[in-house]
């Protein structure tokens, strides 16, 4: 995502009545909030507990921010912010949880204080279900620095394999209606979860060797979508545009998405026949740490629920965009209460005569049909902290 408007910008994805950055407090009658459910329509009695399954390496991120530039060898430097979150997979098991999205997450945890933390975070405050999970003894947490400065990020990542791999745990998890994977991961379960009825969306890292072996993408013959960034696509596909790679890519799967950074997303639904493009909602981006995780979740959410093709690209677009407005990875994704600010503050604009925000409301009426009409539960968007409140954002 690059520069775009200022949070002032009332077409601009934000709540105004708060800074980019920092934590949002409870909206008020707090104490009133119900429950939200935003498949609650879509529900039988015979579903399996979770809508989707996920399993990774959980990091322990700390992110330094507020440097002009980044440190010469040997030399130290202090910043002025600091921030904290769970990383990795987390990023994505946050963002499920927090769009309603009962989510299980199969992952290995050592038995440090780090992992403490973490595994309190996503279970008892996130609502993540970890009861695949494992915690093994005389282990340490994977851990990864992350440097912000000049526009720019250096990072450093210390961690070991699991003394289990994953896909022993994997086979005692609950039942789920979906499943993101990663195709650079274990594939192995994967015909076993397709078998199930899970719907499997798949991801994809990129490809260090320079390869971009075809033969990688053999286990979306299990897949019922796959979403890579438009550098992948096109290098898999050996196409050169987003718009004819995700084309070959609706051969493999179908559900394809191809997703641009700041030229938007396309795709194709081959169940429906649909096709869209969907341009990225503007934002001032500050951190774009896990985004792409945001918009797989919406993309998660929009499919189980039924949406329209362009509509799920949309959806996904705006939560990533209201993610990356703030620091912490993980705990910057959005929940339902940030949604409807967002679409408060948008609508009262459109209302008020500012044409900007009228436009941008006109593409996004089906929200007026998705976002509640109450105070939700639910967790907001917020700058994480191992110790004391994150500052991260400040700066």
């Not at 200022?6 to 008020?28: C, I």
């Amino acid at each position: 995502m690059t520069e775009r408007p200022t949070d002032a910008d009332p077409s601009h994805p934000a709540d105004p009545s708060h800074p980019a950055g920092a934590s949002t407090p409870a909206p008020p009658g707090a104490a009133e909030c119900q429950d939200w459910d935003p498949l609650a329509a879509q529900r039988t009695e015979g579903d399996p507990p979770l809508d989707v399954l996920l399993s990774g390496t959980v990091f322990f991120d700390i992110v330094f921010t507020g440097m002009d530039r980044l440190p010469r060898p040997g030399e130290e430097l202090w910043s002025k912010g600091m921030g904290s979150s769970p990383g990795g997979i987390a990023n994505l098991a946050t963002a499920a949880a927090r769009l309603g999205l009962r989510t299980g997450l199969v992952a290995g945890f050592g038995d440090d204080a780090y992992a403490d933390w973490m595994w309190h975070t996503m279970a008892h405050e996130e609502g993540i279900d970890l009861s695949a999970s494992r915690r093994f003894t005389d282990f340490h947490s994977a851990l990864t620095v992350s440097i912000a400065a000049d526009g720019d990020r250096a990072m450093a990542t210390h961690g070991h394999e699991l003394p289990e791999p994953l896909s022993t745990l994997i086979a005692e998890a609950p039942y789920a209606r979906a499943a993101v994977v990663d195709l650079a991961g274990e594939t192995s379960w994967w015909a076993d979860l397709a078998r199930r009825g899970s719907l499997i969306f798949a991801d994809i890292g990129f490809d260090e060797t320079g390869r971009w072996d075809v033969a990688d993408l053999a286990p979306l013959a299990h897949c019922h979508a796959f979403t890579p960034n438009a550098l992948e696509a096109m290098a898999y596909t050996r196409t050169d545009s987003p718009d004819r790679a995700v084309r070959a890519l609706a051969e493999k799967v179908p559900l394809a998405v191809v997703t641009d950074g700041a030229h938007g997303s396309y795709a194709i639904d081959g169940a429906t026949g649909e096709e869209a493009y969907c341009p990225a909602v503007p934002v001032t981006a500050i951190d774009t740490t896990g985004a792409g995780d945001v918009f797989a979740a919406a993309i998660v959410l929009g499919t189980l629920a039924g949406w329209p093709l362009e509509e799920r690209l949309k959806f996904g677009s705006l939560c990533s965009g209201l993610a990356v407005q703030q620091f912490g990875g993980s705990l910057a994704a959005p929940g339902w209460g940030d949604i409807m600010d967002w679409w408060g503050a948008l609508s009262a604009a459109a209302d008020g005569g500012n044409l900007r925000a009228g436009y941008t409301r006109g593409g996004y009426r089906f929200l007026e049909q998705v976002v509640p009409d109450h105070p939700v539960q639910g967790r907001r968007r917020a700058q994480g902290t191992f110790a004391l409140r994150s500052d991260a954002g400040r700066h």
